[in-house]
């Protein structure tokens, strides 16, 4: 069985995806009431916190009988990026990235998948993939959007993909997991060599001399339609925005008078 902690869950998307790939989730965090009700709704046996700052590695194993999980995933809140609003950042109270980080290094997961808007690129996106990598995750960010995926519409989102060094060789014995302390003690050079070739890969593949956050920047544009959005330049030379389908997709929603977004 594949487990998943679901953080920010919203309505519960990500869960849905997850439950529809096969992967049982064993636990959600939700602070507002409308989409905690629908959560209570559709997983009514699944565990729940409204506060993420009491989601512990110890009120999680109160609750669920677990060490850890295979993935956690989480859609920070976005208002701190986003250019509906102020775009206040780390100043914002809801700059709850350091949160999720925390729970993350307490369970240490086998995948991180976060999502938020695209204005994380240029405030935020650089400090959250240096934290995956000192926590000992190889990450990736991609910028995806909606109608790449065949939904009627642009809607640009920021994908983040990290799974452990750590854990990749060594992630369950016997069939049950490892204690997430003992994980900590028998790290090896193996964590630091995989993780530096992992970031010199990176940066190869990555335009401009300040790291992934920069090579996305290079590609994005402030939206003069949607509040939510930014537009993205694709470029085919780009390895971050998997242009190979998303181009294509949106093109052809545009022809045919359903995608209203610009490219």
Known sequence: MIT????????????????????????????????????????????RWRDIRTLTKESFYEKTGLR???????GFPCQPFSVAGKRGGKADDRYLWPEMLRVIHELRPAWVLGENVPGIVSMALDTVLADLE?????????????????????????AILAYSVDRRSSLRRNGKFQDPEEDGRERSDHRRGETAAFSGQRRENESGPSGMADGLRAGVHEADSDADSLNISRRDESPL???????????????????TATI
């Open 4 to 47: 998943h902690l679901s953080l920010f869950s919203g309505i519960g998307g990500l869960d849905l995806a997850a439950e529809l790939a096969g992967i049982t989730t064993v636990g959600q965090c939700e602070w507002a009431d409308y989409p905690s009700k629908i959560l209570e709704k559709h997983w009514p046996d699944v565990p």
């Open 68 to 74: 850890t999980v295979d993935i956690i995933s989480g």
């Open 134 to 158: 000192n926590e000992g995750y190889a990450g990736q960010a991609f910028i995806v959007p909606a109608c790449g995926v065949d939904a009627p519409h642009r809607r640009d989102r920021a």
């Open 241 to 259: 925005l998997g242009t190979e389908f998303t181009d294509q997709s949106c093109r052809e929603r545009e022809r045919g008078g359903i995608c």
